[in-house]
């Protein structure tokens, strides 16, 4: 047992802590000593699938009616609180705490008892995947082994991802158990390892850990890459090259090469990133004209400029879906016939406790005809919500899953090469292409500048929180809500124009 004096002074490795440090072990330092230098969150979807991992939590402990709750954040009262719950014989408990003489912390969200004086470790995990989670599992049953429990199995509760919902959720049937023990047992001496790394990347709070993220590319990097790196953070590195690999990052940072204009001759990158490549040296765009016509004698008019807003959460809200499955509920339309001004249509469902699929996928329907090309920006969504949409609805089934047969994805004139642009740098987002179409256009005026805000705005007002957002905030939020999506497809409608002018070269 671990004396409260000398707990009180440890630096203990927490489960996050763990999980920083295989982010990164420089930011999990960070995060440890010197957590103002953390940029804010900048993701609102991140931060609500972290509420939504609350609300799964809580179903899973509606199984368990005898639980005992460790309520406090506090880690030598949650050990101490822990202590007498064992002791007074309570057969579950959650967020049981344990601190080790090794200097872990953690907490399980289920403990509970098994025969011959073991215990079932049970992590519960908003996901409908267990393998991505084992390794939380098999810290907290590291923690927990060397603080004196013997555990008989270490197990990992998940989100049954064939669980459809009908009438109220059953815990029972959306959540399932995924048998850790083998896992953790065949693994033990390299988790083992990984955890006194972490522990020791942290131990000192006045020298910190290294960051390595310079060696990966931009998707991989940690929060903190700027405070290590910040001669690696400016526009125009080597990590701007599209699709470049890490491995091909490491070779030229070898050489002493970071800006991409220096990029050697002799390290090979595809023909698109050259392409790219000669664009950033000569600040002068590459316009593939005989492609570009190509893509556009592909079109039929009337052309359907289409863009979908989804939501998405753990716990189902209506019969029929599965969790986290993307429900649309919003969509922008500008309809352009040959020769004429665009006109534009939009749906955005407001009523809580009603399934949108049904209403949206009806007026749709009735403003998409028969014939036509759909324009959307990002094909693989779209028509993904399509099909989603038609194994909801079966009656526009038919109507939805043509439409996908008649999408063309405008952002493969970008994505593909055929017009490389020195701002896009790489990239082909509707951000990033929209200020050099229509720079009097932009994102940064509107109160909703990215479908992840969208989506999370929208589920406070509809899904979440049902009658607690006032209704003055309610309206002004759906109003943001429908300049946003109306941009998209408005961005889109310029983009074309755009490229149709520089097919004419």
């Known amino acids: 047992m671990v004396g409260m004096d000398q707990a009180r002074q440890t630096i203990y490795l927490s489960k996050s802590d763990f999980l920083n440090h295989q982010i990164c072990p420089g930011y999990s330092w960070i995060v440890k000593h010197r957590p103002e230098l953390v940029p804010a969150e900048a993701d609102p979807l991140t931060a609500r699938r972290l509420l939504q991992g609350e609300v799964v939590e ?48 953690a907490r399980a969200d289920i403990l509970t008892r098994a025969p011959h004086g073991c215990w079932d470790l049970i992590e519960v995990k908003a996901s409908t995947d267990a393998r991505d989670h084992r390794i939380d599992a098999a810290f907290q049953a590291i923690a927990f082994m060397r603080a004196g429990y013997e555990l008989r199995s270490i197990q990992v509760m998940h989100l049954d991802r064939a669980y459809r919902r009908t009438g ?16 953790v047992d065949d693994h033990l001496t390299r988790l083992t390892d990984h955890i006194d790394r972490a522990h020791a990347a942290i131990e000192d709070p006045e020298t910190p ?36 690999h890490a491995s091909t990052i490491r070779q030229v940072l070898d050489r002493g090469v970071r800006r991409l204009a220096d990029w ?7 023909a698109r990133q050259q392409r790219q490549l000669v664009a950033h040296r ?22 359907y400029f289409l863009d979908y807003e989804t939501a998405e959460a753990a716990v189902p809200r209506f019969d029929g879906h599965t969790p986290w499955q993307k429900v649309p509920f919003q969509y922008s339309l500008h309809v352009v016939e040959r020769d004429a001004e665009p006109v534009h249509h939009q749906f955005l469902w407001t009523t809580t406790g009603v399934d949108p699929v049904r209403s949206l996928a009806t007026r749709l329907a009735e403003e998409i005809g028969p014939v036509g090309t759909i324009v959307v920006w990002n094909r693989s969504f779209e028509a993904g919500c399509n099909r989603i949409m038609a194994e909801l609805y079966p009656p526009a089934a038919a109507f939805l899953l043509s439409m996908n047969e008649r999408m063309v994805d405008l952002a493969d004139v970008i ?13 082909w987002s509707l ?27 929208w589920a406070r007002c509809v899904l979440d929180e049902p009658g607690g957002v006032p209704e003055s905030e309610r309206e002004a939020i759906f109003a943001a809500l429908r300049d946003y999506c109306h941009l ?3 961005a889109m409608v310029r983009t074309l124009a755009h490229i149709q002018h520089l097919a004419k070269w």
């Open 488 to 490: 998209d497809t408005l």
């Open 209 to 244: 850990a290294p960051c390595g993220c310079h060696l990966s590319t931009k998707s991989r990097r940690c929060p903190t890459f700027a405070h290590f790196h910040p001669d690696l953070s400016e526009p125009g590195g080597v990590y701007d090259l599209a699709m470049v």
């Open 168 to 183: 109220a959720p059953d815990p029972r049937r959306m959540l399932m158990l995924h048998d850790a023990t083998r896992y």
């Open 415 to 427: 994505s593909k090469g055929h017009w490389v642009h020195p701002a896009f740098g790489g990239r």
């Open 58 to 105: 809580a179903l899973a402990r509606t199984m368990y009616p005898e639980g005992v709750l460790i309520d406090t954040l506090d880690p030598i009262a949650a050990l101490q609180h822990t202590e007498m719950a064992v002791a007074a014989g309570a057969n579950t408990i959650f967020q049981a705490a344990v601190l080790t003489g090794s200097g872990l912390l």
């Open 264 to 270: 050697p001759a002799d390290v090979p990158i595809s």
């Open 431 to 457: 951000k990033v292409v929209l200020p050099v179409v229509a720079p009097e256009l932009g994102y940064d005026a509107l109160a909703i500048g990215n479908g992840g805000l969208a989506s999370v705005l």
């Open 282 to 303: 000569s600040g002068a765009e590459l316009i593939g004209a005989p492609a570009i016509r190509s893509f556009l004698s592909e079109l039929a008019y009337p052309l």
